[in-house]
């Protein structure tokens, strides 16, 4: 069982649309977690860093953590054709020897104009 | 405008071949990585760096070697390639080990 599991997708929507990535997680010691966005052929962006459990917001992206229920969420607001990526979430504990992060393997998102 | 570079951005390999990757920043940041990405498996950790001068095995050091001879460069190596090899290859950097990291726009290798 992978530590971090992500719904490949790919996930496809209208513009406009309110949009809901997950990942859950099995290991209760990930303390930081972070969204990335990846277009084709290009290296992942970061997006979105959060420490805490509770809602962090950036314009249109909030990032949302439930550490009780090892979950994440990222929520695009009124999504647009250039949100159109994969997105990754990502995470780290402070284990000695444990000095990289953790990925999903990425969800497909479409955004339709 | 400040990042980093990786060096080539595509390359077609023969099999048993030495390839070294290269990764340059200029952000001065303590620590740097190595990732491969490939369908379905997601990015998974090669080898890494918490400062200059040393290094660390991730979770698929087996064929690759690393050296970190100073802050702004960290090569990656595989000595004899095989065709498993195949994958896209990103550096990364972040200010400190368990901090956000910056990455590259990737190696996308082949062997054969």
């Known amino acids: 069982q992978k530590e971090v599991e992500q719904d490949p997708g790919p996930l496809s929507v209208p513009e406009g649309a309110i949009v809901s990535l997950n990942c859950t997680y099995s290991?209760?010691?990930?303390?930081?977690f972070m969204w990335y966005r990846q277009y084709s052929r290009k290296g992942p962006e970061l997006l979105m860093y959060?420490?805490?459990?509770g809602n962090k917001e950036d314009g249109r992206f909030t990032a949302q953590v439930d550490k009780s229920s090892k979950y994440i969420s990222l929520f695009i607001r009124d999504s647009q054709p250039s949100d159109s990526a994969t997105y990754l979430c990502?995470?780290?504990?402070?284990?000695?020897?444990?000095?990289?992060?953790?990925f999903g393997s990425g969800t497909r998102l479409q955004v339709q104009p | 405008i400040a990042g980093i570079t990786q060096a080539p951005t595509s390359q077609i390999l023969a099999a048993g071949r030495r390839m070294t990757l290269r990764c340059t920043q200029d952000?001065?940041?303590?620590?740097m990585y190595w990732y491969r990405q490939d369908l379905g498996l997601g990015l998974r950790l090669i080898h890494y760096?918490?400062?200059?001068?040393?290094?660390g095995k991730g979770e698929v050091p087996d064929g690759y070697s690393v050296s970190r001879a100073n802050t702004d460069d960290f090569p990656l190596t595989l000595a004899s390639a095989v065709p498993s090899q195949t994958s896209v290859y990103f550096c990364a950097s972040s200010e400190v080990s368990n901090q956000p990291q910056h990455f590259g726009d990737g190696t996308r290798l082949s062997i054969l």
């Open positions: 760096s918490n400062t200059a001068g040393t290094t």
């Open positions: 959060t420490y805490s459990s």
């Open positions: 290991n209760s010691a990930f303390q930081y």
């Open positions: 990502a995470m780290t504990h402070p284990l000695t020897g444990r000095r990289a992060l953790t």
């Open positions: 952000m001065r940041h303590n620590a």
